[in-house]
């Protein structure tokens, strides 16, 4: 079926650096990528809707200057967190749906970030 | 922002047992999903019913819809301790895009 890889699975960084965050579709081209954020034992919040080749559209309450995101091509997505506080510590999902399929989406495994 | 409840939020449950989660959404929708979260991993499709389905049966899995309601359930029979993760329903958001999740049910089968 299809797959979307996120990578790294975990990362580690200190407080005032930025940390990018890839999520590719392996099977097929994405023009809409989706990245939500997961904190423990709550359920997903979307960020924002990556759009490949334009802006991003940002969840209220998103800052679109800290969570960077760029949609360059039809299988990749990323994201950036700027200047990472330990308050942006959390579990960053990626998701994309095959525009050909039906309505299920795919996911990423998932990143881990934590910021000390 | 998150479309609606789920309960209970915590499930224990014997191996064999049947685990019945319920999801109750706020909007109008084409179509709900059910997904499954292992610990610190991603999510996996489980299942996806109509708004014009009333019940949806795939291997152990069954799942109802009533729109009058704006509720819907996920029935897993005779558990196995393998089925422990977190399961959450999701419907589309006002574009149609993205997902948005119900705040999900922690099932919890003990061997």
Redesign the interface.
């Known amino acids: 079926g299809a797959v979307v890889s996120q990578h790294p699975s975990w990362v580690i960084c200190k407080s005032g650096t930025s940390v990018k965050i890839e999520c590719r579709s392996l099977d097929f081209q994405a023009t809409t990528m989706f990245w939500y954020r997961q904190f423990p034992k709550q359920s997903l919040m979307l960020m924002a809707t990556s759009n490949e080749g334009s802006k991003a559209t940002y969840e209220q309450g998103v800052e679109k200057d800290k969570f960077l995101i760029n949609h360059a091509s039809l299988t990749l997505s990323t994201l950036t967190v700027t200047s990472a506080h330990p308050e942006d510590s959390s579990f960053y999902i990626c998701s994309a749906r095959n525009p050909q399929g039906n309505t299920e989406a795919f996911f990423g495994q998932g990143t881990r970030l934590t910021v000390v | 922002?998150?479309q609606g409840e789920e309960d209970p939020q915590a499930l224990s449950i014997q191996e064999g047992e049947n685990a019945t989660m319920n999801c109750s959404y706020k909007t109008s929708i084409?179509?709900l999903?059910w997904?499954r979260q292992n610990s610190?991993?991603?999510?996996?499709?489980l299942i996806?019913i109509r708004s014009n389905e009333r019940e949806k049966h795939s291997g152990r899995l069954r799942v109802t819809l009533d729109t009058s309601k704006k509720s819907s359930s996920l029935l897993i029979t005779a558990s196995r301790a393998a089925d422990t993760a977190s399961y959450?329903c999701?419907t589309?958001?006002q574009?149609g895009?993205?997902?948005?999740?119900?705040?999900?049910t922690?099932l919890s089968v003990s061997s």
């Not at chain 2, 610190?40 to 499709?45: F, M």
């Not at chain 2, 895009?97 to 999900?104: C, E, M």
């Open positions: 922002s998150q084409n179509n999903q997904y610190g991993r991603g999510l996996v499709h996806l959450f999701a589309a958001n574009a895009t993205a997902l948005i999740f119900g705040k999900g922690t």
